[in-house]
C-alpha cells in the first residue's frame, strides 16, 4: 500500500493548492508536518517561515538576514531546519493521521538532520503529503535512496 504521496512541478501551477484541496476532502482529525509560507513586505516577497500546524513557526528565509547560506536573493537559516524542523517532524510521528510536507526546495538541501527526520517519516506507517519544488533535485535523489 502507498503511504507516501508527493506533488512536483514548476513554481506557481497549483501543487499546494491540491495538498490542501486533498486534505479538505479527506478532514484527517490530526495533521501534522509543516507547511512553507512567503513573507510580504510592501507587496514584495521578502522571505519565508516555516509553520507547524498547532500555528508555531519561524522565520528560516529573509532578504534581511546576515547568514552566510544565500538562494536568489534570499539568505537563509538552514539551523531552523535543522532544529525546529525536526522538531516538527519528529512530533508528527507521535499520534498523527497524516504529516503534510508542504513545501520542499532549494533551501533544505544542506539540513541533513532534516533530511534524516523526512526519512523517518516517509519509513514510518503514517501517511505522508507533500509537495516538493521541481528544482530541488537533492529531494528527488532522497526519495529514490
Not at 29 to 42: K, Y
Not at 55 to 60: H, S, Y
Request: glycine letters at 8%; one cysteine or more; proline letters at 3%.
Amino acid at each position: 500500500m502507498i503511504t507516501n504521496f508527493f506533488l512536483t512541478g514548476p513554481l506557481h501551477i497549483g501543487k499546494s493548492t491540491i495538498l490542501r484541496e486533498t486534505l479538505n476532502l479527506l478532514k484527517p482529525e490530526v495533521i501534522g508536518g509543516f507547511r512553507t509560507v512567503p513573507i510580504f513586505q510592501n507587496g514584495q516577497k521578502s522571505g519565508f517561515r516555516l509553520i507547524a500546524p498547532g500555528g508555531n513557526e519561524k522565520v528560516f528565509a529573509h532578504t534581511d538576514f546576515a547568514t552566510p547560506e544565500q538562494f536568489s536573493e534570499f539568505y537563509y537559516d538552514k539551523k531552523i531546519f535543522d532544529t525546529f524542523g525536526v522538531s516538527i517532524l519528529d512530533n508528527s510521528l507521535l499520534g498523527s493521521q497524516i504529516i503534510v510536507m508542504d513545501e520542499i526546495g532549494m533551501m533544505e538541501r544542506e539540513a541533513r538532520l532534516f533530511h534524516d527526520a523526512i526519512v523517518r517519516c516517509l519509513n514510518s506507517d503514517v501517511v505522508v503529503l507533500g509537495v516538493f519544488q521541481e528544482r530541488a533535485q537533492w529531494f528527488e535523489a532522497l526519495l529514490k535512496d
